[in-house]
Nanobody
Framework: VQLQASGGGLVQAGGSLRLSCAAS????????MGWFRRAPGKEREFVAV????????YYVDFAKGRFTISRDNAENTGYLQMNSLKPEDTAVYYC??????????????WGQGTLVTVSS
């Protein structure tokens, strides 16, 4: 699976962004899709995951209530809607895909990342 993340940018604190992850090459609906982020000076961390059918979803605590993960298998695209953004959300965000729904970093396929910068 080839993944292309997009939608990052500069936003003020309290604002919103929607990240997209376009998939190609294999049947997207066979794969769980996760979002991760890496803030400056920190390790890549899990944000959210959605199962192949969209029925199963997990969020890390800091994402609960602010971020929403979704997918459109007909469009081979996944999304991460981020609301009430904070400066500490500043990071490069990555999408990833794997046949197994997982919250660790051992995904088989990764996108290139999209930068989100939240100004105070």
């Amino acid at each position: 699976v080839q993944l292309q993340a997009s939608g990052g940018g500069l936003v003020q604190a309290g604002g919103s962004l929607r990240l997209s992850c376009a998939a190609s090459g294999r049947t997207f609906s066979n794969y769980a899709m996760g979002w991760f982020r890496r803030a400056p000076g920190k390790e890549r961390e899990f944000v959210a995951v959605i199962g192949s059918s969209g029925r199963t979803i997990y969020y890390v605590d800091f994402a609960k209530g602010r971020f929403t993960i979704s997918r459109d298998n007909a469009e081979n695209t996944g999304y991460l809607q981020m609301n009430s953004l904070k400066p500490e959300d500043t990071a490069v965000y990555y999408c990833a895909a794997d046949r197994t729904l997982r919250t660790d970093r051992n995904y088989a396929y990764w996108g290139q990342g999209t930068l989100v910068t939240v100004s105070s």
